[in-house]
């Protein structure tokens, strides 16, 4: 069984994907949008607490109160939904940066960093993986054969290309630590699963699940490779864009 800290989508919102988690055997500790929301699905052994995004202190919290309640905690799911932000950030409107910054950039900024300073100091195998489930910008939109699609704002495409590479400058870190296993996804709006939450996170399941079975640690070239959700786990050097 193992013990799964997921970041990115606060419940309810997150509770399919949350729940497809569980429904594997794990044990979920989660972020949630209030305290009544936090403990309404204890019995589904998802956990979660409430945290200041635009917070080092909280980020470390969240990452010490997971471990606490699950006792041990060998995965973490960093989520990035660009559909779902869309819905949040529909347009520019300067009153809603300062917003969307503190949710869709600093509080992944935050907990990763808390996480690797954490991770460095347990010394503990355990796997990170990042998913990033792509929505087109407007600059995409101008040579896309795809009709009636409504582009990102600017700030979602922003904060999406900001995931990107969060992502791949943490994956660069499990090069020199034998401890540390990364999983770097994509979910394009071309593919078919994009629409299907319990479909990616099954397939994200099965991408963990995959990677504790390497015999070797991973070497950074293999960690900081682009993986297509849907498709069989990259363990070679090509990179997706």
């Given at each position: 069984?193992?013990?799964?800290?997921?970041?990115?989508?606060?419940?309810?919102?997150?509770?399919?994907?949350?729940?497809?988690?569980?429904?594997?055997?794990?044990?979920?500790?989660?972020?949630?949008?209030?305290?009544?929301?936090?403990?309404?699905?204890?019995?589904?052994?998802?956990?979660?607490?409430?945290?200041?995004?635009?917070?080092?202190?909280?980020?470390?919290?969240?990452?010490?109160?997971?471990?606490?309640?699950?006792?041990?905690?060998?995965?973490?799911?960093?989520?990035?939904d660009a559909?779902?932000?869309?819905?949040?950030?529909?347009?520019?409107?300067?009153?809603?940066?300062?917003n969307g910054?503190?949710?869709?950039?600093?509080?992944?900024?935050?907990?990763?960093?808390?996480?690797?300073?954490?991770?460095?100091?347990?010394?503990?195998?355990?796997?990170?993986?990042?998913?990033?489930?792509?929505?087109?910008?407007?600059?995409?939109?101008?040579?896309?054969?795809?009709?009636?699609?409504?582009?990102?704002?600017?700030?979602?495409?922003?904060?999406?290309?900001?995931?990107?590479?969060?992502?791949?400058?943490?994956?660069?870190?499990?090069?020199?630590?034998?401890?540390?296993?990364?999983?770097?996804?994509?979910?394009?709006?071309?593919?078919?699963?994009?629409?299907?939450?319990?479909?990616?996170?099954?397939?994200?399941?099965?991408?963990?699940?995959?990677?504790?079975?390497?015999?070797?640690?991973?070497?950074?070239?293999?960690?900081?490779?682009?993986?297509?959700?849907?498709?069989?786990?990259?363990?070679?050097?090509?990179?997706?864009?």
């Open positions: 069984m193992s013990n799964t800290l997921f970041i990115g989508k606060d419940l309810p919102d997150g509770l399919s994907f949350a729940e497809a988690l569980a429904d594997s055997g794990r044990s979920v500790f989660s972020t949630a949008k209030s305290e009544a929301d936090a403990s309404k699905f204890e019995s589904e052994k998802i956990f979660a607490t409430t945290w200041n995004k635009s917070s080092a202190v909280s980020a470390h919290s969240v990452i010490i109160r997971a471990e606490t309640k699950l006792e041990a905690l060998d995965e973490v799911i960093f989520y990035f559909s779902h932000f869309c819905s949040q950030f529909e347009l520019d409107r300067t009153e809603d940066l300062s910054i503190d949710t869709m950039i600093s509080g992944f900024l935050f907990s990763t960093n808390e996480l690797l300073k954490r991770i460095d100091q347990c010394k503990e195998k355990i796997s990170v993986l990042f998913l990033v489930k792509e929505y087109p910008s407007k600059y995409e939109m101008i040579s896309s054969k795809t009709a009636g699609i409504v582009p990102a704002s600017t700030i979602v495409s922003a904060a999406q290309a900001a995931f990107c590479a969060l992502a791949e400058s943490f994956a660069a870190n499990a090069g020199e630590r034998d401890y540390l296993s990364v999983v770097l996804a994509k979910c394009t709006f071309t593919n078919e699963l994009y629409k299907n939450e319990d479909a990616i996170a099954d397939w994200v399941v099965s991408a963990l699940n995959t990677v504790k079975t390497l015999k070797n640690p991973q070497t950074v070239k293999q960690a900081c490779t682009w993986n297509k959700v849907g498709a069989k786990l990259s363990t070679g050097f090509a990179l997706f864009r």
